[in-house]
């Protein structure tokens, strides 16, 4: 029996499947019926988690620790999780402004559903991952997107958020490093953007997920937590276990707040999901204690970062060799590649989703179409896959685009 499309709730009225999960789907189902396929559209660590993490939720099965615990998450978690977060900054290590949740997405969605609701709008930089919007929606609230110039790597200014914004505006949300460019926003221009939302009241909710894979100076990227705390005004703060930890699966995410929008969103997810798994709660302990000791999750976070320069450096290279009339945003953090799939475009073609299609069915590669960020004139490859596989994927990709690049 099918329900009658009046019968689903209005909530759910303009929701959309994640694109990025759609196309990594779709590539492994061609991939399991024999179909040589490339897949460059997950944003997932091609590592294994790092020992310590694993073996301490290992423990944590074997050893009982499978029940409850606290909706916000076990104590010793928020407080490592805080102390993580605010390591070299000006801001307190104080759990109780943690909450623990099913993964940052999940921290993200907390933020919007408490904070947002009907005749609200939420600014949202784009290109954006292609889940924001959707949250923003989820909460009734209306997400207007904000696009960054180009020429500047499409990151936002002040001034772009000013010619946006109206008295409706209650939000702000940007990622940095940014899914799905790569940009990096300076502490400078973070600072311009807090001191903004500050000044007008906004919320500004930054996902930060990706801070420890960055290629400039120093390991992490700058974040909102290093700016002085009297320039910064209503602040969210999203990362997790699941990109510099390798640990997608096991669904660990946190956010940073106030205690009292802590509290609310601990109060939220008490009533929708409780708390995080037992165990991979102690597996994140556990990957935490090892980073600040410099254990197994340090060394491995180092590999990744030089496994992921490496590998932005060929696909960079290779870009600039086989296909010249493609231009991209150069990746200063995270691992992808956004780059213009306008010079394909044809009678046939007319956006990146059907180039990306064009790509899947003629050189049997997986990239996500710009659709899901905002931008239907750009795609997004990952990098986070074998350096053969990313050669292999790029030079089958000229095959298709190279030519119709060079009319």
């Known amino acids: ?33 024999g179909r040589d396929i490339v897949n460059l559209s997950t944003g997932e660590p091609d590592f294994r988690t790092p020992e310590g993490a694993a073996e301490a939720g290992v423990a944590a099965i074997r050893g009982g620790g499978t029940r409850y615990t606290p909706a916000a998450g076990l104590p010793e978690l928020r407080s490592a999780a805080a102390a993580y977060l605010v390591a070299r900054t000006p801001y307190p290590p104080d759990g109780q402004r943690v909450v623990v949740s099913a993964g940052a997405k999940q921290s993200l969605f907390n ?4 904070l947002f609701g009907p005749g609200d709008e939420v600014l949202v930089g784009s290109p954006y991952w292609t889940s924001y919007p959707e949250m923003v929606t989820l909460a009734r609230a209306e997400p207007v997107p904000v696009p960054g110039a180009a020429d500047r790597d499409f990151l936002l200014t002040p001034d772009d958020l000013e010619a946006a914004s109206t008295a409706r505006t209650r939000g702000l949300i940007v990622s940095t490093p940014s899914n799905p460019t790569g940009a990096v926003y300076s502490e400078a221009e973070l600072a311009a953007i807090a001191s903004w939302a500050r000044e007008r009241g906004v919320t500004l909710i930054c996902d930060e997920i990706y801070r420890e894979i960055h290629y400039g100076e120093g390991d992490r990227a700058p974040g909102v937590l290093d700016l002085d705390p009297g320039r910064v005004g209503d602040l969210v703060v999203a990362n997790g276990m699941s990109k510099a930890f390798a640990m997608t699966g096991w669904r660990v995410g946190f956010s940073y707040t106030t205690r009292e929008l802590a509290a609310k969103m601990a109060a939220l997810q008490s009533h929708v999901s409780l708390n995080a798994a037992t165990p991979s709660q102690m597996a994140a302990l556990g990957g935490l204690r090892e980073l600040a000791e410099g254990g197994d999750a340090a060394h491995t976070l180092s590999e990744m970062r030089t496994a992921y320069r490496r590998r932005r450096d060929l696909v960079v290279r290779l870009f600039d060799e086989l296909l010249p009339e493609y231009p991209y945003v150069r990746p ?26 064009r790509l899947l069915e003629e050189a049997g590669v997986a990239i996500v179409p710009g659709e899901a960020f905002g931008d239907p004139r750009f795609a997004r490859m990952s990098t986070a896959a074998a350096d053969a596989d990313i050669e292999e ?5 000229a095959k298709v685009l190279a030519a119709r690049g060079n009319p």
């Not at 994927?393 to 990709?397: F, K, Y």
């Open 1 to 33: 029996m099918t329900a009658s499309p009046e019968r689903y709730s209005p909530n759910i009225g303009r929701l959309r499947p994640s694109a990025t999960i759609t196309v990594s789907t779709l590539a492994k189902k061609l991939a399991s019926e």
């Open 393 to 397: 994927g790029v030079r089958r990709m």
């Open 111 to 114: 933020a919007c559903f408490c």
């Open 332 to 357: 200063a953090g995270a691992f992808y590649l956004y780059f213009s799939v306008q010079s394909a475009f044809d009678d046939q073609a007319t956006c990146a989703a059907d180039i990306c299609t």
